[in-house]
Nanobody, 124 residues
Framework: QVHLVESGGGLVQPGGSLRLTCVAS????????IGWFRQAPGKKREGVAC??????????GDSAKGRFTISKHGAFNTVYVDLQMMSLQPEDTAVYYCATYTRCSPLLLFWDYWGQGTQVTVFP
């Protein structure tokens, strides 16, 4: 059974940093890519970044480029995927989720398993 747990969210001032961690267990070869997504109040959920089974990195859209870094460590069926976020701004405020799929797809409907999310709030 695939199980995802996010942690590391919290309150931070603009310009600050946070490191989110997703613990993904019970993975199979069909669930080898891990992605980070976020959903701001009143907005649709959007992709942030993804790391594939062979450690290829994908950053969705422009919001994360240059500020967020995704990385992975761990064994095959239990991995830890970090999202290091720098220079955070109020528009980064959202619930951040991790999810699994076979590959890094920007289409949310393909992603099979989701965690419960962790809240990130950037306030002046």
């Amino acid at each position: 059974q695939v199980h995802l747990v996010e942690s590391g969210g919290g309150l931070v001032q603009p310009g600050g940093s946070l490191r989110l961690t997703c613990v993904a267990s019970g993975l199979t070869s069909d669930e080898s890519a891990i992605g980070w997504f976020r959903q701001a109040p009143g907005k649709k959920r959007e992709g942030v970044a993804c790391i594939s089974s062979n450690d290829h990195l994908t950053y969705f859209g422009d919001s994360a480029k240059g500020r967020f870094t995704i990385s992975k460590h761990g064994a095959f069926n239990t991995v830890y995927v970090d999202l290091q976020m720098m220079s955070l701004q109020p528009e980064d405020t959202a619930v951040y989720y991790c999810a699994t799929y076979t590959r890094c797809s920007p289409l949310l409907l393909f992603w099979d398993y989701w965690g419960q999310g962790t809240q990130v709030t950037v306030f002046p």
